[in-house]
C-alpha cells in the first residue's frame, strides 16, 4: 500500500511537543516535591514553636510512648518517651522587684532581734520523690525551710505535706492552680485560689496557710490585688537570691551553688535578708525522661538541687547565717 512521505517539519513539530509535555511533567513533579518539603518544614517549626509556648505557659508537654517505670524510680528505662506530665509550672527564675511605690508594703512586718536570718524556700510542691529527698538533706545538716505549696500537688501527697510539719519545717502558700492567665484575671480569681490551697493544707494539717508566694513574683500584683491581699489576711513572701533552677535550659549542681553565692553577695552588699529560692517541683507522672528533652531537663534540675543544698547550707553557716521559717514576720525582700 502507498504511504504518502511525511514532512520533515511535521516530525519535528510532534517532537517538539511530546518534549514540552515531558518538561512540564517534569517541571510539576518538582513543584509537588517543594511544596511537600516546605509542609515539612512548616510542620517542624510549628512543633518547636509549641514546645517552647509550652516551656513559658506552663502548659503540658507533648510527649508519647510508653510509661518509662514506677514514679519512685530514679533510674529505669530511658529508651521510650515517657508519658506527659500532668504539667510543668513556670517557675520563677529571676529576683523579684519590688512592688510598685505606690503599693503599701504593710502585709510586711521587720524581723525582731538582730540574729542573722536567711530563708530556704522551695517552690512548687510537694512531690513524692524530690521533697522527701530535701527533707533528708535538711534534717541531716541541720536546717530548715519554707516549701511553697501548689494545692493541686497537696492533695496528691498529703502525707508528705504531714512530713514536713512533722520535720519542723514551714509551709507557705503558692496557689491552688499555679495557672497565671487563671489567678491574674481579677484579684477575685486570685484570693480564690489562695483560698483554695489554704483549705487544702488546713485539711491535712488543721491549719490554714495565709502566707503567700505568689507566681511569677509580687510584679504580678496590681494595686487591687494588694487591697484584696490585705483585706483577707494574706501576707506575701518574695526572694531575692535565686537558684536558677527554673531555666528552661537546665542548670548543674555547680551553677546553683554560684548562683546562690553570687546572690548572697548581693544583698549583703544591701544589707538585706537573703530569702533564697529554689524549687522542689510539681508532682508528674513519671520521673524518668530522655536526657536533653524538656521534661528531662527540668528533672536534672530538681537533682542538682539536691546535690547544691548541703553546699548552700554549708555556706549560709559559715557566714554566720541560722535558718528561719517564711511567715507573717519575715522582712521584705527588697
Not at 506530665?85 to 508594703?105: D, F, G, H, L
Not at 483585706?231 to 546562690?260: I, K, M, P
Not at 544591701?270 to 528533652?293: C, E, F, K, V
Request: proline share 8%.
Amino acid at each position: 500500500m502507498f504511504h504518502p512521505p511525511v514532512k520533515t517539519a511535521e516530525i519535528m513539530s510532534k517532537r517538539c511537543l511530546v518534549s514540552s509535555r515531558i518538561l512540564t511533567a517534569v517541571l510539576l513533579l518538582l513543584l509537588v516535591m517543594l511544596l511537600a518539603g516546605c509542609g515539612q518544614k512548616a510542620a517542624v517549626n510549628r512543633t518547636a514553636s509549641n514546645i517552647a509556648a509550652d516551656q513559658s505557659t506552663g502548659q503540658p508537654v507533648e510527649q508519647t510512648g510508653q510509661p518509662a517505670g514506677d514514679a519512685g524510680t530514679a533510674g529505669g528505662d530511658r529508651s521510650a518517651p515517657p508519658p506527659a506530665p500532668a504539667s510543668i509550672p513556670r517557675a520563677e527564675a529571676e529576683p523579684a522587684a519590688a512592688p510598685p511605690s505606690s503599693v503599701s508594703t504593710s502585709v510586711y512586718r521587720p524581723a525582731a532581734g538582730g540574729e542573722k536570718k536567711a530563708y530556704l524556700t522551695f517552690d512548687d510542691g510537694p512531690n513524692n520523690y524530690f521533697t522527701p529527698r530535701i527533707l533528708d538533706i535538711l534534717k541531716a545538716n541541720g536546717a530548715r525551710a519554707t516549701f511553697m505549696v501548689v494545692g493541686s500537688n497537696v492533695v496528691k501527697n498529703p502525707d508528705i505535706v504531714r512530713l514536713i510539719v512533722a520535720d519542723g519545717d514551714g509551709l507557705a502558700n503558692h496557689t491552688y492552680s499555679h495557672d497565671y492567665k487563671k489567678i491574674y484575671a481579677s484579684p477575685q480569681a486570685f484570693i480564690a485560689d489562695l483560698n483554695r490551697c489554704s483549705e487544702a493544707v488546713q485539711a491535712v494539717t488543721g491549719q490554714p496557710v495565709k502566707v503567700f508566694r505568689a507566681p511569677g513574683g509580687p510584679q504580678n500584683l496590681k494595686p487591687a490585688f494588694w487591697q484584696a491581699v490585705k483585706a483577707n489576711g494574706y501576707y506575701s513572701v518574695s526572694w531575692n537570691v535565686v537558684g536558677g533552677d527554673a531555666s528552661s535550659t537546665g542548670v548543674t549542681a555547680e551553677q546553683v551553688y554560684q548562683n546562690v553565692l553570687s546572690g548572697l553577695d548581693r544583698v549583703e552588699k544591701l544589707h538585706l535578708t537573703p530569702i533564697i529560692l529554689l524549687h522542689d517541683g510539681a508532682q508528674l507522672d513519671t520521673w524518668n525522661a530522655p536526657p536533653g528533652s524538656p521534661l528531662g531537663r527540668y528533672i536534672e534540675s530538681r537533682e542538682a538541687v539536691l546535690r547544691a543544698l548541703p553546699q548552700i547550707i554549708d555556706l549560709l553557716k559559715s557566714r554566720g547565717y541560722t535558718f528561719a521559717i517564711a511567715d507573717q514576720n519575715t522582712p521584705a525582700a527588697w
